[in-house]
């Protein structure tokens, strides 16, 4: 089978190594990729929202299965372009992939449908926006309406922040056309946990529940990034609470897409806070999270394109999906600087461990040199049979990489271990 993965970032490149374990994979090609990526994949210079030219590549070199991994294309119809030309997609179309392009959408399927959430209200108007901040709780949420690279988020803690958020966003147009409507809402407290799932638009089959760190700096200081790392499972996840979360959210979920003529296929990420009412939905994204695809994949047993297919045809009930009962930590490598401005360019090197323990997100290929290219460089993942055996292990792999102005968080995972304490 020759496949495409549309995408060039960690994420995409744990999807690579685990599809390339099924032995009907000849070929895989990833659009646009990176210097990483190449090791495993065949780059091609496409970028992921160039909807027309991935379309043409792929019926040209005859495309057994695509996967789109990013929000963007996603949101842009890429799945719906590639069907068109018979090419089977692991993805949600973009009827469906608005569940993350639209904040406001996601919010208003949650009210109609009864899935708990934070309360909220939505604005296109700036100054109606100021004038509810006036009387608004605080802390509160403001969040940018549409896609914004996991960055349109802001946590105010006092009226000036979130007078200033929404400026930013509405008369700024700090995110662009994506901040042009604003939703505000209820500031929620409890541990957050993140739940992949896969789902063919009738059947949901979690995949193991992670934990994000998404400030900069240790001890959740600093700016929000895309994240600095990860575990998995979160053990704030317990049994009963999936059981509650597969109830309350996750089936209601996909059977509202479902009622709304907007059936969800591919995977559907749940950000979830625990909160002392219950599980409640932070966010949906429309697909696979990065960086928590960096500790999911390596611990599924199961045969990804496998699952992936089923997805797309339809048949997920009757396809395993496993995991093993081990424990996987991600520590993400950046450029000092990220969030906001970093320095790129820089020659990125890893021993040989490390690099079979990294999946490359920011990093170029030139004259057979892998420099730096991003603000999150690279990801590296231990799995083991103990939260802490992995944790130690994925920093001692992640000695291994290196490049001038990198910087790590020396934290990831021990709010996890105090949890399990």
Do not use: W
């Not at 323990?357 to 170029?364: D, H, I, L, S, Y």
């Amino acid at each position: 089978m020759k496949l495409l993965v549309v995408g060039g970032g960690g994420r995409e490149h744990a999807i690579i190594r685990s599809l390339k374990k099924n032995p009907d994979v000849e070929t895989i090609y990833a659009a646009p990729g990176n210097g990483g990526i190449a090791q495993d994949a065949i780059c091609v210079p496409i970028g992921a929202t160039e909807i027309e030219k991935i379309v043409a590549f792929a019926t040209e070199n005859k495309i057994d299965y695509a996967v789109v991994a990013p929000d963007d294309p996603l949101v842009l119809g890429c799945v719906d372009a590639l069907e068109e030309k018979g090419i089977p997609c692991f993805g949600p179309r973009a009827n469906a992939a608005i569940i993350e392009g639209s904040k406001a959408f996601s919010k208003n399927l949650m009210k109609k449908y009864g899935i708990p959430t934070a309360t909220y209200e939505i604005f296109t108007d700036l100054p109606k926006a100021l004038e509810y901040l006036e009387t608004a709780p605080m802390p509160t949420v403001v969040k940018a309406d549409g896609l914004a690279l996991g960055k349109g988020v802001i946590i105010a803690q006092t009226r000036e922040e979130a007078k200033q958020a929404v400026t930013d966003m509405m008369a700024n147009a700090k995110f662009g056309k994506s901040g042009s409507t604003v939703v505000i809402e209820e500031f929620l407290t409890g541990p957050e946990v993140s739940v992949l799932a896969f789902t063919d638009g009738k059947v949901v089959r979690p995949m193991v529940s992670s934990m994000d760190h998404k400030r900069a700096g240790d001890n959740d200081t600093g700016l929000n990034t895309g994240g600095m790392g990860t575990i998995a499972p979160n053990p704030y996840y317990t049994e009963d609470i999936a059981k509650q979360c597969m109830k309350e959210i996750f089936l209601p979920t996909i059977r509202a897409m479902k009622k709304e003529k907007r059936t969800f296929k591919g995977c559907l990420y749940f950000g979830l806070m625990l909160t002392p009412n219950g599980p409640k939905v932070i966010e949906y994204n429309c697909r696979f999270g990065d960086p928590e695809t960096q500790v999911v994949l390596p611990l599924l047993k199961s045969d990804l394109l496998t699952i992936m297919m089923a997805c797309t045809n339809g048949t997920l009930a009757k396809t395993p999906v496993r995991f093993a009962k081990k424990h996987a930590c991600c520590v993400i490598k950046a450029s000092k600087g990220y969030p906001e401005s970093y320095k790129k360019g820089y020659k990125l090197s890893m021993s040989d461990r490390a690099a079979r323990a990294t999946f490359v997100a920011g990093a170029k290929l030139e004259n057979g040199k892998l420099l730096t290219a991003g603000g999150r460089v690279t990801g590296t993942t231990a799995v083991r049979g103990t939260l802490e055996d992995a944790i130690t292990a994925a920093y001692r792999l992640s000695a291994g990489v290196k490049f001038a102005n990198a910087y790590s968080r020396s934290d990831i995972g021990q709010k996890a271990l105090a949890a399990k304490k």
